[in-house]
């Protein structure tokens, strides 16, 4: 080894030093600046692990060009958008005016069934004081989830403007990904492949096991007769996003309210028909999509849930757990790479002490030979 090289691997630590502090300073700058783009890239991600199958279809069997594919796939995705819309205003919407119009005989029926479970306990839970402290704990959770909603159209515009350059130049990211992640090649692959996994798992299971939980809900009230059922329905289905709990937040309280204002039977009928038909669709579900979901506990999806709201409003629902779980993996290959570098280095030092004493007992058996 030269001179030169010699003080090059010297000196390597302190260039890996700068250039470290150099890239954290840039990042940091970027991030200030751009960090409000943080939320359409991520909408962008969830758009291309949706149509990923269908797009390299297009561009492998099809031999269609990256662009005209990708404008197809955005054509495809604003489908559900427009639908979903139209279903908003022709069904959702009147209920939803109609029960603000009426806001102030539905708070009087609920301060009447507050007084009256009250009077049971004998507890006073429903004072000025404690709805005023619930309301603004439910606020400081609610905001971030509805901060991202207010700016709907530039998160859109934004998000395909990502997603057009990740769908196009998708194999030169994946390359570079693979070249730049410090963990190994199969490592890396592993890496990459369990992220599509927990996305992929995120962006199907919780919008399916919502929509339908909120239609078998809404399926349910109308049979019983509830007022606003649509409403109620939407309500159940968006609360399954909630792990552990899930739509119970919205089906049980409906069922105490129509148990404390004397309609036994409709209670019950919530209570049996939440239990039995709403809260049994997620695990139905998610038997048919086990080979593509990750095994995430339920621990691991609540704590990403609350972590991914307050860090990236809606968008977080799905990007939380992602965030928790990779997380979780990088501390196991730290783990398995440092513990392979002790065993290595033990391992060398047993090796070594073994030559020595071998050559110690050969220069024994040599020194005896001469002295003969």
Known sequence: MTIKKMKRKTAYPTYQLFFIATLFLFGYIIWNTLGYLLVPFLWSIILYVIFQKFYNKLIEEKKWKPELATLLVFFLSFIPIILLSSLFFIFVYPQIENAINNYASIRDNLLLVGQKIEARINLHIFTKENMLKASSVLSKFITPLLSSASSILSIFSFSYFFAYFIFVYNRNIKAWMLKTLPFGKEKNLNMLTEINTLVYGGVVSIPLVAMIQGVLAIIGYAIFRIDYFIVFGLLTGLASIIPMIGSMVIYLPLAIYYFVIGEINTGIAIVAWGALVISSADNVIRIFLSK?????????????????????????????????????????????????????????????????????????????????
Request: no cysteine; net charge negative.
């Open 292 to 372: 593509r979901l990750s095994n995430m506990s339920a621990l691991v999806s609540m704590l990403g849930f609350l972590l991914g709201a307050s860090l990236f409003g809606i968008s977080g629902l799905i990007f939380g757990p992602v965030i928790l779980t990779l997380f979780i993996k990088l501390i196991q290959i730290y783990q398995d790479e440092f513990t392979s570098i002790k065993r290595d280095k033990k391992e060398i030092v047993e090796a070594q002490e073994t030559i020595d004493i071998t050559q110690e007992i050969d220069k024994d058996l040599e020194s005896k030979i001469e002295n003969k």
